[in-house]
Every structure is written in C-alpha cells, then in structure tokens.
C-alpha cells in the first residue's frame, strides 16, 4: 500500500515545469508499428510558472485502462484545473510523470494559494 507523506513547497518548487492548467483526457496511442500502446494525459497551459513559457500542451505518463489498480496509481478527470507539478520521465523525452498526489492541487487562478505559488516560483 502506498504511503503519501505531503510534499514541502520547497520539494514542489524544484520539480522542472510548473503550469496552471487544465486537464484535457488520456489517449491512447501507437507510437509505431510494432510498438505497444501507452497512455498519455494532456495538460493544457492556461499559464506558465516555471519551465517552457508558452501555451502549449504537455503529454503525462498515464495509466492504461486494462491495467491492474494498485494504491501508488493516481488518475485524473478531464477538466480538472490547478497547479500542476511536472516531472519529465526518464528516457521519455517530451513526456512528463505525477507520482505524488501533491503535484496537483485544484485551485483558482484569482486564489491566494495561486499568488502564494507565483512569488514563490519568481
């Protein structure tokens, strides 16, 4: 069974990009002709905080549906909308993971909590 102990701001703020953004889905996809299918999760940048500054996209590490749950995996839902804290997957470029719960936290963009991340993150 998985163990969350939280993670201090000063952990959070040294993973490589930070976005607002929103959570758009999974897909799946075929990245060749012989390869197997993985799943990915796209995040849409509503606003960059730390990493790439544009609006674009970032594809995470997403779980398959035919795939056993166990209490490390964690999933999300289209149109979730928050702090999202990336970490690129090894050997994976372009590719980001979430492997704790405290790399995401749904808040406003107008939220006290948000402005207390953009000083932090200056």
Known sequence: MASWDKMSDE???????????QYLGTSLVK???DSAQINLGVIKVLKALKGR?????????????????????LFFK?????????QP??????LFQITHPNQFL????NSAEFEHWKTLLK
């Not at 594809?59 to 749950?69: E, L």
């Open 78 to 86: 289209a149109g979730q909308i928050g702090i999202w804290f990336l």
């Open 11 to 21: 952990e959070l703020a040294i993973l490589p990009v930070i976005v607002y953004g």
């Open 106 to 109: 749904r808040i406003s963009e």
């Open 89 to 94: 997957v090894i050997h994976s470029e372009g």
């Open 31 to 33: 990245t060749g002709k």
């Open 53 to 73: 500054n544009d609006d674009g996209i970032y594809f995470i590490k997403a779980y398959s549906p035919n795939t056993p749950i166990s209490s490390d995996m």
